[in-house]
C-alpha cells in the first residue's frame, strides 16, 4: 500500500513539472489548417520547421495532426453515412410506389380472370361496364367500331389477350403484338 501511495505522488510531482500545453491561438490554427490541407501526413523535417514557426514543441503538432486526421475520417464516415441515409429513402419511396402499382395491376388482373373464368353472361355484362355503351344484344363498342363480346370470339371459354385488352381499354390498336 505505501508503495502505492509513494508512486502515485511521484506521479503528481511529474505532472506538475510538465509545461502545460496551452491553447493554439487563432493565427496558429489557421497556419495548422493550411498546411494539413496541403499534405495530411508530415515529415519529420517538415514537422520541426512548422513547430519553429509556430512556437510549438514538435510533438504537440504531431497530435494534432493525428487528432486532425481522425476529425476527418469521423466527416468522412458521417457524411457517407448521411448519403446512405438520403439514397434509403428514395429507395423506400420508389418501393412504396411500386408496391401500390403492383397492387393496381393484380386488382386489374383479377378483372381479368373473373371475367375469364365466370363465362360470356357475366364477362359481357363487365365488358358492358367496362366500355360503357352497348347494344340490345349485349354486344358492346369500342371507338374503333370493335365489337367486344365473348361470343364474339367464336368460343365461349377462350377469348384472345388482344381483343381482351382491345374491349377493355376501348381502343382499336394493341398495345404491344400478342401472338
Known amino acids: 500500500m505505501n508503495y502505492h501511495l509513494q508512486n ?30 496541403a499534405n495530411q501526413k508530415l515529415k519529420a523535417e517538415d514537422k520541426i520547421k512548422l513547430a519553429r514557426q509556430l512556437g510549438l514543441p514538435p510533438r504537440q503538432v504531431e497530435i494534432w495532426y493525428q487528432n486532425r486526421r481522425a476529425r476527418n475520417k469521423n466527416n468522412v464516415v458521417e457524411h457517407g453515412y448521411r448519403n446512405v441515409q438520403l439514397e434509403l429513402g428514395n ?17 386489374e388482373l383479377n378483372n381479368v380472370q373473373q371475367m375469364i373464368l365466370f363465362g360470356s353472361t357475366a364477362s359481357a355484362s363487365i365488358l358492358d361496364s367496362v366500355s360503357g355503351s352497348s347494344n340490345e344484344q349485349g354486344n358492346s363498342t369500342s371507338q374503333g367500331n370493335m365489337i367486344c363480346n365473348w361470343r364474339d370470339a367464336g368460343n365461349d371459354e377462350i377469348f384472345r389477350e388482344e381483343e381482351l385488352y382491345t374491349c377493355l381499354t376501348g381502343s382499336g390498336n394493341p398495345l404491344w403484338p400478342l401472338s
Open 8 to 37: 502515485q505522488s511521484q506521479s503528481h510531482e511529474n505532472h506538475a513539472l510538465k509545461p502545460r500545453k496551452k491553447r493554439l491561438d487563432g493565427d496558429q490554427h489557421r497556419l495548422l489548417e493550411t498546411s494539413f490541407n
Open 91 to 107: 429507395v423506400m419511396a420508389e418501393n412504396i410506389r411500386l408496391e401500390k402499382h403492383v397492387s393496381m395491376l393484380q386488382h
